[in-house]
């Protein structure tokens, strides 16, 4: 192949990669970041369970007859991630209450922010599924789009303490444009500040009422 035959494929070739990353839809892209993260935490899984499995082994040598009839000693099972295993459908499990309440806990704390508001805005964008991608290609917990995600420095959306530390990080910042009014943050985190801003008010579109309303009406709910 001459030289001028290898730059036309290789012109070729990047064109179709770029048209191919150009008809990638938002919701699409999302779903393979999601995909992946899963697949990187798998791959820890995977290895911390082999030092697991040793434990295990060592406890039923030691104990041959502790459960009665010779039968082998099982250590406790581990949480090995956080993350909640997204099935290949629209859903996934909620993250367990005893890995997401310190999640919560911590990024509220890191931000200075309420843990209830929170723990009801994830509640209200995610139901606490940490896999979840929106149809606009909001993604995570705390439903991130992907301009947002980039603009908070976020790595892996779909990370939940990352999630959540972004989250607050954003609510934190709506509430202080916004003088304190959680109202008008929630709008402004649904809807954008700009739509709050040129509404003066929360905008009075049937989501954002909704959406604010839950969130206030869930505040108490641990």
């Known amino acids: 192949m001459s030289a001028r035959q290898e730059f036309a494929w ?41 030092p697991i499995e040793r434990q295990r082994a060592a406890i039923a040598a030691a104990h041959p ?16 991630f956080t993350l909640s295993w997204p099935a290949m459908g ?12 310190p999640l919560i806990q911590q990024a509220a704390q890191h931000e200075g922010l309420d843990a209830n508001l929170l723990r009801a805005v994830a509640r209200q964008e995610s139901g606490f599924r940490s896999c979840a991608v929106s149809q606009k290609g909001a993604m995570g917990l705390m ?19 990352e999630s959540l530390l972004s989250g607050a990080r954003l609510l934190k ?8 009014d959680t109202a008008l943050a929630l709008g ?17 579109n049937p989501e954002t009422i909704r959406y604010v ?10």
Do not use: H
Not at 147 to 155: M, P, R, S, Y
Not at 173 to 180: D, T
Not at 213 to 222: C, V, Y
């Open 10 to 50: 290789l012109t070729l070739w990047l064109g179709q990669g770029m048209f191919l990353a150009a008809a990638q839809t938002p919701q699409e892209a999302a779903r393979q970041a999601m995909e992946a993260s899963v697949a990187r935490q798998r791959q820890a899984v995977a290895a911390m369970q082999i």
């Open 65 to 80: 007859d502790a459960a009665g009839g010779g039968a082998a000693v099982q250590a406790p099972a581990q949480p090995f």
């Open 90 to 101: 629209p859903e996934c499990d909620p993250l367990p209450e005893i890995e997401l309440a």
């Open 143 to 161: 439903q991130l789009m992907p301009g947002t995600a980039q603009e908070l420095g976020v790595k892996d959306p779909f990370d939940p303490a």
């Open 173 to 180: 910042q709506l509430l202080v444009r916004f003088g304190g």
């Open 188 to 204: 402004a985190y649904n809807a954008g500040p700009g739509r709050v801003e040129e509404s003066g008010g929360v905008p009075q």
């Open 213 to 222: 309303q839950q969130i206030l009406s869930n505040l108490s709910i641990p």
